[in-house]
């Protein structure tokens, strides 16, 4: 019954940064674990980072590490992905999902978003 909704999307160049906001209702997302997952064109959907309820535990996919920073905002009621140093095989639409349990999420019987483009070329 979570309604999720992202957005922060858009195109950028090598090096930049884009701020990629979740926002939930109505229930709050200290009670979900929440990841935000990639689709590039023509791939599967794939997990990139994921804050577990509470945000006592982050992860990140190898090629992200370093760049990426997950993050819950418990008074807005969001998770926020800051990219930065962003490379052209970050391209794709990337949603967030929610779901009971741990990380990674389950994408069987999570809650979606809708999605939201990034773009990065020269």
């Known amino acids: 019954h979570l309604q999720l909704v992202e957005s922060g999307g858009g195109s950028v160049q090598p090096g930049g940064s884009l701020t990629l906001t979740c926002s939930a209702s109505?229930?709050?997302?200290?009670?979900?674990?929440v990841a935000w997952f990639r689709q590039a064109p023509g791939e599967e959907r794939a997990e990139v980072s994921c804050?577990?309820?509470?945000?006592?535990?982050?992860t990140y996919v190898d090629s992200v590490k370093g760049r990426f920073t997950i993050s819950k905002d418990n008074a807005k009621n969001t998770v926020t992905l800051q990219m930065d140093g962003l490379k052209p095989e970050d391209t794709g639409v990337y949603y967030c999902?929610?779901?009971?349990?741990?990380?990674?999420?389950?994408?069987?019987?999570?809650?979606w978003g809708q999605g939201t483009q990034v773009t990065v070329s020269s």
């Open positions: 804050i577990s309820s509470l945000a006592r535990t982050t």
């Open positions: 109505p229930y709050p997302l200290e009670h979900y674990v």
């Open positions: 999902a929610a779901d009971a349990g741990f990380c990674p999420v389950d994408p069987r019987s999570a809650s």
